[in-house]
């Protein structure tokens, strides 16, 4: 089992930035990637942007340039630093953990989101 915390939502300007984090714990044997999606209301989720151990990135191309995914693999915790935020990224961000509890079983774990508010 794995329990995913996530921290880091809120509200903020546009134009503005926010910090959100993502850490792991629990019987993990190792970790494929970790995530950020998002889904605004009335729309389907969506991928913001992922990471794999071995650190290549993944981004939605309407956050390019102004969203950072990054993670400790010391910490089991991934990171997104969002900047130059706009209304349209209001949503409620997600983390997703690609994760292996043995060599042979691969699952995939979501946190319970985190509600993202950019205003005018």
């Known amino acids: 089992q794995v329990h995913l915390v996530e921290s880091g939502g809120g509200l903020v300007q546009a134009g503005g930035s926010l910090r959100l984090s993502c850490a792991a714990s629990?019987?993990?044997?190792?970790?494929?990637?970790m995530g950020w999606y998002r889904q605004a209301p009335g729309k389907q989720r969506e991928l913001v942007a992922d990471?794999?151990?071995?650190?290549?990135?993944n981004y939605a191309d309407s956050v390019k340039g102004r969203f950072t995914i990054s993670r400790d693999n010391a910490k089991n915790t991934v990171y997104l630093q969002m900047n130059s935020l706009k209304p349209e990224d209001t949503a409620v961000y997600s983390c997703?953990?690609?994760?292996?509890?043995?060599?042979?079983?691969?699952?995939?774990?979501w946190g319970q989101g985190t509600q993202v508010t950019v205003s005018l």
């Open positions: 990471i794999t151990s071995g650190g290549s990135t």
């Open positions: 997703n953990l690609n994760w292996n509890s043995n060599l042979l079983l691969r699952l995939n774990s």
């Open positions: 629990g019987s993990i044997f190792r970790i494929n990637s």
